[in-house]
């Protein structure tokens, strides 16, 4: 397993060095000055990932240009009416980071997990292969996370009822105890699923089965007094749902957003 990880840290290496000498000037064709120097600076942390931390950062770099390189690209896609960008390319050329199409104009920039979980196993630290393995079995390849069954291009049903945010938050809770290193992003997907709870419309199950989901996060997982508060308001709201709460809706016609 160690020599595999080692010939794929030496692929990756490889890939980065040839695209940075002989392709990053088409670079140009996408992003502006800013973007490129902004890629520059995250491929140079990239390639130099020794910790868990240094994984990290190299992470959080993504997420703060995600924006801005995915707006460039959808102009570039709306100005020359090209739907069929050569994403592959800028995989090559942006090791760690994946280019995608969808939905006509729109273009995700995101981390490319299973690069980060191969990385995550070369650092001597755990916290990384906690994290991504996380993040790897809420997101996997999919724009909407486990916990919700897309039903059209934007929007999906809650599959609340079914244990996954539940499992999720023992997974987070677990991992926290274990190292602080990723606690901001693990808080935040926690804070994601507590939202999904507390604050969705539109659910796949019947109240009993959801309900008995909510118990068992308040019987198992370590919530704040405010989070507590916010779930037990909701299993009532559960049993007596308000006419813009949708339930049950495995046997019903939910119209659950466009």
């Not at 938050?169 to 699923?193: M, T, Y």
Request: some cysteine; overall charge negative; aromatic content about 10%.
């Amino acid at each position: 397993m160690k020599r595999i990880l080692i010939i794929i840290l030496l692929y990756i290496s490889f890939a980065f060095s040839s695209a940075n000498a002989q392709e990053q000037n088409k670079l140009e064709t996408y992003f502006n000055k800013n973007q490129i120097n902004q890629i520059n600076d995250y491929l140079k942390g990239f390639e130099n990932i020794k910790t868990a931390h240094d994984l990290h950062r190299v992470y959080q770099k993504i997420i703060e240009i995600s924006g801005s390189l995915a707006d460039s690209l959808e102009v570039k896609v709306q100005s020359t009416e090209d739907w069929s960008l050569d994403y592959d390319l800028l995989d090559t050329i942006v090791p760690g980071i994946s280019f995608a199409g969808y939905e006509g104009t729109a273009v995700i920039v995101s981390p490319n997990l299973s690069i980060f979980i191969d990385l995550a196993e070369s650092t001597p630290e755990k916290s990384d292969d906690d994290f991504f393995e996380i993040l790897f079995s809420v997101y996997g390849e999919d724009f909407f996370p486990a916990w919700i069954e897309q039903t059209s291009d934007y929007s999906g049903v809650s599959l609340l009822g079914d244990d996954i945010e539940l499992n999720t938050l023992k997974k987070i809770q677990n991992a926290l105890i274990s190292d602080k290193e990723f606690e901001p992003e693990l808080n935040k997907l926690k804070v994601n699923i507590i939202n999904d709870i507390t604050h969705g419309n539109c659910y796949n199950y019947n109240s009993q089965k959801i309900i008995a989901e909510i118990n068992k996060i308040i019987t198992s997982i370590k919530l704040t007094e405010v989070e507590t508060k916010m779930l037990k308001k909701r299993i009532n709201e559960f049993k007596n749902p308000a006419k813009g709460l949708k339930i049950d809706c495995e046997n019903n016609d939910c119209d659950c957003g466009g």
